[in-house]
T-cell receptor, first 110, second 115 residues
Framework: SQQGEEDPQALSIQEGENATMNCSYK?????LQWYRQNSGRGLVHLIL?????REKHSGRLRVTLDTSKKSSSLLITASRAADTASYFC??????????FGAGTTVTVRA | ETGVTQSPTHLIKTRGQQVTLRCSSQ?????VSWYQQALGQGPQFIFQ???????GRGNFPPRFSGLQFPNYSSELNVNALELDDSALYLC??????????????FGSGTQLSVL
C-alpha cells in the first residue's frame, strides 16, 4: 500500500499557466519530498520540506505542507513544455523507507 | 545526471528464470535503495542496503534478494520470475545512513519484461 496519494491523477494545462497538484498522506512524517519523472526514466528530486516547515520555494516551484491535514501541495508557476512529466510526493513514515504516491501526470500544451 | 548508473537498461526473461540487476551508486553515497515501479504506478520500496547490510525491507517475497559491495555498488536478484515482476526497477543512492531519509538520487532504471 502507498502512504501518499496525489490529486489529480492527470492535469493538462497551457504553456505559461500554473499547475497545482496535491498530496495527502496517512501517518506522521519527518519530511515530505516531491520528485519528477520523465516518461520511463528515473526520478529526479525537486524539493524537500520538513515537518516543521509550512512553505518552501525553489525557482518556479512552491511547496506547502499542512501537517494537521496531512497534506501538501506543489505549485509550478509559468509552466513550460519541459515540465511535462509525472510528479510524485514521497514521505518517510519509517526511518528507512521512502514511500511514494501514484503520481500526477502533467501535460503542458504549447 | 545523478551519477547513479544501472545495467542493463532493458531485459527480457521468461517465467521461472532468474535475473540480476546492477547499480553503481553516486560517489560517496553509502546507502542504496531498490524500488519496483509497475506501469502507471508509483515506485514501491523493495529494500535498502547500508554499508553492505540490509537495512529495511518492503512487502516483497524472499525471492527478491540483494547485495551491497564494499564500493557501495549493489545488485538486485529475483528468482523464479513471475509475469507480475514485469516493471521498471529503480536504484537510488543517498547519504542517509539509515537514520532518516534525505533526498534520493535515482538511476534511469532497468525495464524488465517477463514473458
Amino acid at each position: 500500500s502507498q502512504q501518499g496519494e496525489e490529486d489529480p491523477q492527470a492535469l493538462s494545462i497551457q504553456e505559461g499557466e500554473n499547475a497545482t497538484m496535491n498530496c495527502s498522506y496517512k501517518t506522521s512524517i519527518n519530511n515530505l519530498q516531491w520528485y519528477r519523472q520523465n516518461s520511463g526514466r528515473g526520478l529526479v528530486h525537486l524539493i524537500l520540506i520538513r515537518s516543521n516547515e509550512r512553505e518552501k520555494h525553489s525557482g518556479r516551484l512552491r511547496v506547502t505542507l499542512d501537517t494537521s491535514k496531512k497534506s501538501s501541495s506543489l505549485l509550478i508557476t509559468a509552466s513550460r513544455a519541459a515540465d511535462t512529466a509525472s510528479y510524485f510526493c514521497a514521505t518517510d513514515p519509517n526511518d528507512y523507507k521512502l514511500s511514494f504516491g501514484a503520481g500526477t501526470t502533467v501535460t503542458v500544451r504549447a | 545526471e545523478t551519477g547513479v548508473t544501472q545495467s542493463p537498461t532493458h531485459l527480457i526473461k521468461t517465467r521461472g528464470q532468474q535475473v540480476t540487476l546492477r547499480c553503481s551508486s553516486q560517489s560517496g553515497h553509502n546507502t542504496v535503495s531498490w524500488y519496483q515501479q509497475a506501469l502507471g504506478q508509483g515506485p514501491q520500496f523493495i529494500f535498502q542496503y547500508y554499508r553492505e547490510e540490509e537495512n529495511g525491507r518492503g512487502n516483497f517475497p524472499p525471492r527478491f534478494s540483494g547485495l551491497q559491495f564494499p564500493n557501495y555498488s549493489s545488485e538486485l536478484n529475483v528468482n523464479a520470475l513471475e509475469l507480475d515482476d514485469s516493471a521498471l526497477y529503480l536504484c537510488a543512492s543517498s547519504l542517509a545512513g539509515g537514520n532518516h531519509n534525505e533526498k534520493l538520487f535515482f538511476g534511469s532504471g532497468t525495464q524488465l519484461s517477463v514473458l
